[in-house]
């Protein structure tokens, strides 16, 4: 609520579409994660042995879980004035970008799904492929099909990093095939 706001405030040129855009940007495990770190709170995070040996307390979607969880927990003891100033205190840096016009960067899967329904009126599907690793150490390789048409692969740490990764590589492929569809039609 509290970056919805401040982009509304902020961009009230923008539609509703890069509103939403910007606001997603912000508002994933990446950014939340960093600012997290930025705080040390992977020093404060209690996990078992084990999960500490792989590193569990640093992992991102963790800082960002814990992140998000300060904030309720602000809003709660302190109200809204203060959580507000905290959370754009200190995910100014994304702001930044995001004021910039670094805008979904890393969001493949909604440029995938906007280059399949714009050339193709079809929307990417995705599926697990495997599945493997200890519940608190998952590897996840996941592909993204366009008209049952497998387009891209890709590993993660969990589902949702995998489809990344797998519309990553769809749309490199899609790249390469109008860059030589483009050269075919030169005549170079």
Known sequence: MIIAQ???DHFPHWDQGMLSKAKAT?????????????????????VSAAERATGGNTRPSVL???F???????????GLAITRWFVLEHLTPTLDSVARGEIG??????RLQEVAQARW?????????????DAHDKAFQMEVLLDDEVMGV????NKKEAEQSAAKEALELIQR??????????GV
């Open 26 to 46: 912000i508002v994933q495990e990446g950014p939340l994660a960093e600012a997290a770190k930025r705080l040390g709170l992977e020093d404060h995070i209690e």
């Open 64 to 66: 960002a879980d814990v």
């Open 154 to 157: 890709g590993w993660g740490r």
């Open 6 to 8: 401040h982009l509304y």
């Open 105 to 110: 960067t890393h969001d493949y899967k909604s």
């Open 177 to 186: 095939v109008e860059a030589l569809r483009a050269t075919r039609e030169s």
């Open 68 to 78: 998000e969880a300060l904030i309720g927990a602000l809003f709660l003891e302190q």
């Open 121 to 133: 009126r079809s929307t990417p599907a995705y599926r697990v492929v495997t599945e493997r690793g």
